[in-house]
Nanobody, 122 residues
Framework: VQLVESGGGMVQAGGSLRLSCVAS????????MGWFRQVSGKDREFVAT????????YYAASVKGRFTISRDNAKNTVYLQMNSLKIEDTASYYC????????????????WGQGTQVIVSS
């Protein structure tokens, strides 16, 4: 599966952005999906994951209550709505797909997008 992210950009602290990730192929609903982020020089960190049907979601503590992950299987797309953005949310955000029930089970086997940059300014 190929993944292409979009929606990144620059926003002031307290603002909102919505990231999108479009997947190629006709088996999108067979993948759990998720988002990770990475700051230069640091390890990639988990942000959010959503089950194949979209009925189950899980978030990192740092974003819970501010970010919402969702998916539209008819459009082969997963979204990350980011509200109340903080300066520490600045990072490159990567879409991930997994044949496991969650993208955090075996991240070394995830499919990855190319990333989209999010910059939160004061």
């Amino acid at each position: 599966v190929q993944l292409v992210e979009s929606g990144g950009g620059m926003v002031q602290a307290g603002g909102s952005l919505r990231l999108s990730c479009v997947a190629s192929g006709r088996t999108f609903s067979s993948y759990s999906m998720g988002w990770f982020r990475q700051v230069s020089g640091k390890d990639r960190e988990f942000v959010a994951t959503i089950s194949r049907s979209g009925g189950s979601t899980y978030y990192a503590a740092s974003v819970k209550g501010r970010f919402t992950i969702s998916r539209d299987n008819a459009k082969n797309t997963v979204y990350l709505q980011m509200n109340s953005l903080k300066i520490e949310d600045t990072a490159s955000y990567y879409c991930a797909a997994s044949v496991q029930t969650s993208v955090v089970i075996a991240p070394e086997n995830n499919y990855w997008g190319q990333g989209t940059q999010v910059i939160v300014s004061s």
